[in-house]
């Protein structure tokens, strides 16, 4: 069957000095000559410079014109690229000629999910490229790069070889029965801890990953005057949030990001939690109280000065199940460090006024994250991640029923193809068209 031929800027329709009108599939280059001046026979991967015309003959622009032949290129198909001067209403014009001489424009991860079923990347790396498009930080494009350069898929690749041999072996005994030993117990069980070994440490990097992309929600709360919002101030390093010596001044929530070691996280000041009859107040602390569910960790403040007060204990109740650290602040008022937790590893002593402790709390962030520098594959998808965990369920009931499986080797043959199969859903060697039509979706398009 005849692929149309697809057409798209691959560029963000802004003004800019260079724009990319990207053309792929069988029709590239011969809808690409109607509409720029070229030589009689081109060659190609080589850059032309010539005239972009308009369907009526006249000159829209110049710039540059080059023929990627199949299967070179990034689609596989036939692709042409034409690089116009950055002119929103002169891309738009070329994209129509291109839909008028039997181009369609293309839908979002068009280009990429044809690169995908031509074979040119597999699916992690179709991901990668949405991943990287969407990266917030320089942590989370470093990932994605390294799921593009393919890292990931090599692991996947040679836990699927382990769980190959694992397969054949048996089904070499099913079938052959005289011929071939009888398989060990011992012996698979081994391969199969080592595979499930590997996965775990992925599907342990997921939380780090997910942190990565998305940033971390720190909700700072604690009773009125405590110093939320000069912490607030202290932490973002400058006067951001309303700083004010009344009660109940902080209405609302204010948010900010900020950097801690390349994650970034977003800070949210909120209102005191207390009983009010105020009614604008009481607004701000029910949203307060949203946030703080949404919230990755709590920064429980305190006033040091005070002690750890009734009212203080009241919200710590609410909080304490949740991930958090005790802010003692005011710490430049008190003498003695406060007798007040029993013992907690996440204490920490700060003054919004002379800054100490402001680091440790950063650091302490970063060491309840659990976030460490290292160069392995990080999972940043949360499809990856999710077909991880099933992998390494079936992994454990297999080791846990091994021996009545051994003895039903048909059943123990179903349950190795299941896991490879969750692997091979990784790279994308069996999926269903739901699947691909989710990943690729959120793509923009032109890519
Ligand atoms: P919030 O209601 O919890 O947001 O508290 P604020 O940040 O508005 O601070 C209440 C009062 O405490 C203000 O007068 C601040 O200047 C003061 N304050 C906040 N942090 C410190 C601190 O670390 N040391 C001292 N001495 N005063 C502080
Ligand atoms: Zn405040």
Redo the contacts with the bound molecule.
């Keep these: 069957m005849k692929k149309d031929t697809i057409v798209a800027n691959a560029t963000p329709l802004i003004p800019s000095a260079v724009g990319i009108v990207r053309i792929s599939g069988e029709d590239a280059l011969k809808i690409g000559k109607q509409i720029f001046t070229l030589p009689q026979e081109i060659q190609e991967r080589k850059a032309y410079f010539g005239k972009i015309l308009d369907l009526d003959g006249s000159v829209l622009d110049e710039g540059l014109f080059i023929y990627f032949k199949a299967p070179k290129s990034f689609t596989g198909e036939d692709v042409v690229e034409i690089y116009p001067h950055g002119s929103v209403p002169v891309i738009k014009k070329i994209i129509e000629n291109v839909i008028t001489l039997g181009g369609r424009l293309a839908n979002p991860g068009e280009f990429t999910y044809r690169a995908f079923l031509n074979g040119k990347i597999d699916l992690t790396q179709a991901e990668a490229i949405a991943d990287l498009i969407s990266a917030k930080t320089e942590k989370a494009s470093k990932a994605a790069v390294r799921l593009l350069e393919g890292k990931l898929s090599e692991k996947i690749n040679s836990l699927r070889e382990t769980l190959l041999n694992l397969i054949s072996l048996i089904e070499a005994e099913i079938n052959f029965p005289e011929d071939v030993e009888e398989i060990d117990s011992q012996l698979i069980v081994e391969n199969l801890l080592k595979v499930k070994k590997s996965i775990d440490k992925l599907v342990g990097s997921y939380k780090k990953g997910s942190l990565i992309k998305e940033g971390i929600k720190l909700a700072?709360v604690?009773?009125?005057?405590?110093?939320?919002?000069?912490?607030?101030?202290?932490m973002v390093g400058y006067e951001r949030?309303?700083?004010?010596?009344?009660?109940?001044?902080?209405r609302d929530f204010i948010e900010e990001t900020l950097k801690i070691k390349d994650i970034p996280i977003i800070l949210l000041?909120t209102a005191?939690i207390r009983e009010t009859a105020e009614y604008v107040e009481k607004l701000g602390i029910e949203r307060s109280k949203q946030k703080i569910e949404e919230a990755d960790i709590i920064l429980f403040?305190i006033?040091?000065?005070q002690g750890f007060t009734d009212e203080d204990k009241k919200i710590y109740d609410e909080i304490k199940n949740k991930i958090h650290i005790i802010v003692i602040?005011?710490?430049?008022?008190i003498t003695k460090p406060l007798d007040i937790f029993e013992k907690s590893d996440n204490i920490i002593y700060?003054?919004?006024?002379?800054f100490q402790g402001i680091k440790d709390l950063e650091e302490k962030i970063i060491e309840i994250l659990g976030i460490t520098e290292t160069e392995d594959e990080i999972i940043i998808n949360l499809r990856h991640y999710t077909l991880l965990k099933q992998a390494i369920e079936k992994i454990e009931k297999v080791v846990e029923n091994i021996d009545f499986l051994i003895e039903n080797k048909e059943i123990l043959m179903l349950d190795l193809q299941e896991v490879l199969n969750y692997l091979e859903e990784i790279v994308g060697h069996i999926t269903t068209e739901d699947v691909l039509g989710n990943i690729f979706s959120k793509f923009c398009i032109g890519k």
């Design positions: 700072i604690g009773r009125p005057n405590v110093g939320k919002s000069s912490l607030f101030n202290a949030s309303i700083v004010s010596s009344y009660q109940g001044t902080t000041d005191g403040v006033d040091g000065s602040n005011k710490a430049d008022l700060t003054s919004s006024v002379t």
